[in-house]
């Protein structure tokens, strides 16, 4: 581990901003591991404090660790080249500042993240091969990524939203399958693999696997729908095709027992007739 010397002023601080210093060297990394405040006063010979940048002229130095949560976060280092120590109230104030120095890191911290995962998740909604949408609970577009509008046949996610204000009157070509997935939906909270032949904007009807479930405020008002819908229209052709194939071996089989049902009574009428005539 290292610390990373993110704000730094004084002599050579240019040179100093940005550099790492190995968290088992150096004054701060002896605070950052005792988690312990430390006040040092004239030219520092132990070697457990060593710096790792002497400077003859610092008369007095004052290291405080910050924690939040009991997780160091950082060291707040504080030198003096003036000629009388730290005060008690100097020290207390520093103390003060250490404090808002970890809520304020603290707070910076979770900002980075919840932007980092909105970064990763709105690159995998924009990125996405299936179509993912919110609606609101009476059938209207909240958010779509460019897939579902793909889907659809839309040049854009907002031409999408704007176009369809009913999503079960306008896009199911069976407008009962769209109060049957709704019923479910209202029934169950979640839908897994509905299949209904939706209606695209160019007029051409596809087939979609629809999933979705009823999102709730935490008292279990439904506040709206998200879900994801994926083209099934190649798999449904190639199901039918292999169904259409396995109903004609099916009459062909059919066909041939029943030739040889008629071979088999022409044979013994045959038989007959031939015990007949003699």
Known sequence: NAFY???VRGEHHAGLLGERVPSEQGIAGWVGRQREPLLLQGEVHDPR?????PRPD???AISLPLEVGGRLVGILNVNA?????FS??????????ANSACSALEAARLHAEVQQAEAKYRSIF???IEGIFQSTLDGRFITVNPAMAHLLGYDSCEELKAAVTSIGQQLYVDSTEGTAFQSLLAERGVVQGFEAQLAREDGRVIWASISARVVRDPDGTPLYIEGTA?????????EEELKRQQETLFQAEKLGTMGQLLAGVAHEVHQQLVFLGR
């Open 88 to 97: 008690l109230g100097q020290i207390k104030a520093l103390r003060f500042i």
């Open 81 to 85: 080249t003036q000629r009388r120590p």
């Open 58 to 60: 610092i008369l007095s």
């Open 5 to 7: 010397l993110a704000v």
């Open 230 to 238: 994926e083209d099934i229209t190649e798999r449904r052709r190639v």
């Open 126 to 128: 924009e990125q996405a």
């Open 49 to 53: 404090f060593a710096p790792t940048h």
